[in-house]
């Protein structure tokens, strides 16, 4: 191999590895809820909301659309029924 097809080559499988670094994490599910609270457990926050629609349960993004503690959180596992959700171990 030449050195350019070396130098390419390097740099090629470089570039990849700092996209895959930088890639934000995946969530395996998601929900959107219309409302909800939050509370601290940990180093992390619990969930609850309400009128919530979507899958998943484990890895899972959950939108809450309203209130205070509104915003984007990803949580490690999560038990929805009847539009009510209810989630652990999640982060914003």
């Known amino acids: ?17 700092l996209t895959a670094l930088t890639a934000p994490a ?7 809820c219309f409302s909800g609270e939050r509370s ?9 909301g309400w009128d919530c629609v979507g899958a998943g349960y484990a890895q899972v993004t959950v939108i809450l659309r309203l209130g205070p503690v509104a915003g984007t959180y990803v949580c490690g596992y999560v038990f929805s029924w009847n539009g009510t959700l209810a989630g652990n171990v999640c982060r914003i």
Do not use: C, H
């Open 26 to 32: 995946r969530a395996d599910g998601s929900y959107e």
């Open 40 to 48: 601290p457990a940990g180093d992390a926050y619990s969930l609850t």
């Open 1 to 17: 191999m030449t050195f350019k097809r070396r130098a390419a080559r390097v740099a090629g499988i470089a570039v990849l590895a």
